[in-house]
């Protein structure tokens, strides 16, 4: 387990660029949705991020799997944990701007909590993550809206499907918790998005046939972007940050991802969200606070001190 630490001035601008990283690629994936299938989209992301993490890896001469299982295990964490996911958010984005997209992917933690509690008999559900838990979904509900729901039109679909790719990245993030002890997480992120790029190139190919080179300059900027940067970076970065700060710290990046995503998307493609997503949003980020615990503890104290008046 990765232990938990203070957040010093570098695990601060790791953090920060994440957020900034991942924010970031619901644009890009906006951006190349205009000219590009989906199936297309998330093949060369996870084929290219594979390419790049390689090298990575060749260069840093880090020791990889031997055994069958261990590389099985990887090929079924890239289903789960990035072809999925990858694919059903893209899909999503089609009918659901960018910033909601993101706001929605913050599910994960809530969705992470309650996977966890499930399997593991050290994550017990507590009252203070059973409160958290409920905020995030009443969150969740506010941002989709009840009446979306009831309908189940095509917008209702692809939120549905964005929380469905924050429920794979739970489940992934359970599994790689007891599969992935002992291999490097470099090398884990670098077998999981081979084993991702073996299922999703032969399905782009069926469906969408050869990519065109003939894309605008614009698009294929997003795709280099959404592959090398948001992906192959950001997963070294991310190892950095929780090698430095722990998990709990590194799970604040849920907290930033979006306000960037949704700032993006009013400034770079016009993208206006309604009220109740706003709404949404803030219950959704007390749920995440609550969660975390930090500032709970930090209360306590305070609520001890005597009071005037």
Known sequence: MIRQTAMTTRAWVFLSALGLIWGGSFAANA???????FWTIVALRVAIAAVVLWVA???????????????????????????????????????????LAAILNAATAIFSVLVAAAFFRDELLTARKALGVALGFAGVVTTIGLSTLTTLDLTALAQLALIGASLCYAFAGSLGK??????????????????????MVPLALWRDGLPSPEHSVQVWMALAYSAVVATAVAYLLFYRLLALAGAGNGGLVTLLVAPVAIVIGAVFLDETLAPRVFAGFAILVLGLLVLDGRLLRRAAPLAQLPHSG
């Open 31 to 37: 951006i190349a949705l205009t000219e590009i299938g």
């Open 57 to 99: 890896v060749l260069v840093m001469h880090l020791p990889l799997p031997r055994s069958p299982r261990a590389w099985g295990v990887l090929f079924l964490l890239g289903l789960i944990g990035n072809a999925l996911p990858f694919s059903l958010i893209t899909w999503g984005q089609l009918v659901v701007p960018s910033g």
């Open 178 to 199: 007891v599969a992935l002890r002992g291999i490097a997480p470099e090398v884990a992120a670098t077998g999981m998005l081979t084993g991702s790029a073996l299922i």
